[in-house]
T-cell receptor
Framework: SQQGEEDPQALSIQEGENATMNCSYK?????LQWYRQNSGRGLVHLIL?????REKHSGRLRVTLDTSKKSSSLLITASRAADTASYFC???????????FGQGTTLQVKP | DAMVIQNPRYQVTQFGKPVTLSCSQT?????MYWYQQKSSQAPKLLFHYYDKDFNNEADTPDNFQSRRPNTSFCFLDIRSPGLGDAAMYLC????????????FGSGTRLTVV
């Protein structure tokens, strides 16, 4: 069963703008992770946020987690054309040891 | 560099002809996963190994099998591929507790003709 739902499904912005993607999930989690996937390639791990954390930063990435609302957001600041990709959230549900992925957001950054 | 390697990148197989996809890792991670990803969809977990302990997802078809002969290698066997099995197959590894997330291979794109 699918754990994560992402919003929006597709996002198109100009280079230099910020991009925000949202993820909602259904069950209790140990952690939530964000991945990027370039077309036809494997997934690349971006950031992991634990259930007891509320915000995490990595370079131009900022992730927030609200466990009361079962939601997370990924903010990419000062976007670049190279950020064009699909972005997936994935949850590690408690005591399962496996990641379940959301449907993903397709981001297009126009030069 | 330590990594997860999937071979081949592209695989074409005939309808009903058994096919094997391979995955190897140099990370010495004890957990290995196989995901199926169809076009514009989320990766779907098929099964995973925790060391040699095999864990099958409830909705993974019997047509899909897996082998892990040692820590470094894991294979996905599709016994009788159907047209609906055409997809990207992704192998991933992690350590116990997933402290740092999964490491994915580049995937194998399977075409069934």
């Amino acid at each position: 069963s699918q754990q994560g739902e992402e919003d929006p499904q597709a996002l198109s912005i100009q280079e230099g703008e910020n991009a925000t993607m949202n993820c909602s999930y259904k069950t209790s989690i140990n952690n939530l992770q964000w991945y990027r996937q370039n077309s036809g390639r494997g997934l690349v791990h971006l950031i992991l946020i634990r259930s007891n954390e509320r915000e995490k930063h990595s370079g131009r990435l900022r992730v927030t987690l609200d466990t009361s609302k079962k939601s997370s957001s990924l903010l990419i600041t000062a976007s670049r054309a190279a950020d064009t990709a699909s972005y997936f959230c994935a949850t590690d549900a408690s005591n399962t040891g496996k990641l379940i992925f959301g449907q993903g957001t397709t981001l297009q950054v126009k030069p | 560099d330590a990594m997860v390697i999937q071979n081949p990148r592209y695989q074409v197989t005939q309808f009903g002809k058994p096919v094997t996809l391979s995955c190897s890792q140099t990370l010495n991670h004890n957990v290995m996963y196989w995901y199926q990803q169809k076009s514009s969809q989320a990766p779907k977990l098929l099964f995973h190994y925790y060391d040699k302990d095999f864990n099958n997802e409830a909705d993974t078809p019997d047509n899909f099998q897996s082998r892990r002969p040692n820590t470094s290698f894991c294979f996905l066997d599709i016994r009788s591929p159907g047209l609906g099995d055409a997809a990207m197959y992704l192998c991933a590894t992690s350590t116990q507790g997933q402290l740092y997330g999964y490491t994915f291979g580049s995937g194998t794109r399977l075409t069934v003709v």
